[in-house]
């Protein structure tokens, strides 16, 4: 139902890949299945050969969302696997309602029990 695409900013050749995993994707999964960049490792700014700007336009133009991350230093993630869960939800709750009688149960909802630390499209360290 959902998925991340993921690649090193420190490694342009893994960038590179991400428009080979977008084909795969559209040859075989789902037509309507979630899909979102990652560039990983931003805490590692100093070797990155993969600027923002070009994770960014890359998403831009396939329609995908784009968020930098890291791993190691637990920046964004849990932002995109909620950010990634609620568009999952979003889509079988306009599913769900197209195709449900009235009266039938109501969406179901993803909610996040703390505060955002960081800008949906910024690394920050902290």
């Not at 979102?36 to 998403?59: T, Y």
Request: hydrophobic letters at 35%; a positive charge; one cysteine or more.
């Amino acid at each position: 139902m959902g998925i991340m695409l993921v690649y090193d900013i420190t490694n342009e050749k893994s960038f590179d890949n991400i428009k080979n995993w977008i084909r795969n994707i559209e040859e075989h999964a789902s037509s309507d299945v979630e899909r979102m960049i990652l560039g990983n490792k931003c805490d590692m700014n100093e070797k990155r050969q993969v600027s923002k700007e070009k994770g960014e336009k890359l998403a831009i133009d396939y329609g995908i969302k784009f968020l930098e991350t890291s791993a190691k230093s637990s920046i964004n993630v849990e932002e995109a696997f909620f950010t990634l869960a609620r568009d999952i939800m979003t889509k079988l709750n306009r599913k769900m309602n197209d195709n449900s009688p009235a009266g039938a149960s109501g969406p179901v909802k993803i909610t996040e029990n703390r505060s955002k630390k960081s800008s949906f499209f910024r690394c920050t360290l902290l």
